[in-house]
């Protein structure tokens, strides 16, 4: 693809052509009457991307680091990859900030492996409840094989439900579940039941979780569940 992204500022167009490049080859992006929410589950790359891992496992796919041509060529793609995902994310190129693997479970889970051989009983490990699985999964097992606490920054849902997009109710989770089956019997003859999340971990609820005694925090940017993104900034600052 032509686009150029070697500067992410004032790229507007070459972004959204990366993107239509992305969800074009995939045929269920189009599809009438469905949304594909799934994305996270088997990330679509531009067929940039495709062609680049094809290429270098056509052409340089070697032991890294051996000295011979073939291995220098692979070594220097490997490396130009981290590069571009530290400048992406706003690490120093080369600096060991970044690691590659096969998925975010994967690596989530190997560094809470590493973790769970450096805490110990007196030490806290704070997770978010909407964290995905793969976010919390880890954590909580660290805390489990270490002996350290485990203390859950909990999620405040209360859904409220509607039939026919008119709009929802503001009751109770109680009084809201009782009035879910008539709007599930209106959505079964062809209306619509539109379940909302008002709200999710509350910023403040962390603080009163935050010792002398912690040592992760584990915390999730965009809810996988309810769509919600975090202010990672704002809650660094306030809690750091």
């Known amino acids: 693809m032509a686009a150029d992204m070697s500067s ?9 052509a990366v993107r239509h490049d992305a969800r074009g080859a995939f045929a269920y992006f189009s599809a009438p009457r469905l949304a594909f929410m799934e994305n996270a589950g088997g990330s679509q790359v531009p067929r940039c991307v ?9 052409h340089d796919c070697a032991q890294l680091g051996a000295g011979y041509d073939v291995s220098n060529r692979s070594t220097s793609t490997v490396d130009a990859a981290h590069d571009a995902v530290a400048a992406l ?3 120093p190129p080369g600096s060991g900030h970044v690691a590659l693997g096969p998925s975010s479970s994967q690596l989530l889970a190997a560094l809470g492996g590493c973790y769970s051989r450096l805490l110990g009983p007196g030490d806290e490990v704070v997770v978010q409840e909407s964290c995905h699985e ?12 270490s002996g350290a606490t485990l203390r859950w920054w909990r999620t405040d849902v ?6 026919g997009g008119s709009g929802g ?9 009782t009035s879910a089956s008539s709007d599930a019997a209106a959505a079964a003859a062809g209306g ?10 509350r910023p403040g609820r962390l603080a009163a979780l935050l010792s002398e005694r912690t ?9 996988n569940l309810l769509g919600g993104v975090a202010d990672l900034r704002a809650l660094v600052a306030t809690n750091a």
């Open 169 to 177: 109710g503001g009751g109770s989770a109680a009084d809201n579940a």
């Open 192 to 201: 619509r039941l539109w379940v909302s999340f008002p709200c999710a971990s």
């Open 158 to 163: 209360t859904p409220s439900f509607s039939s």
């Open 134 to 145: 793969a976010n919390a999964g880890p954590w909580v097992r660290c805390a489990e094989s």
């Open 8 to 16: 992410i500022d004032g790229c507007t167009t070459e972004l959204e």
């Open 215 to 223: 040592r992760v925090v584990a915390v999730t940017h965009v809810s």
């Open 50 to 58: 495709a062609d680049a891992v094809r290429d270098h496992l056509l």
């Open 89 to 91: 994310m706003g690490a």
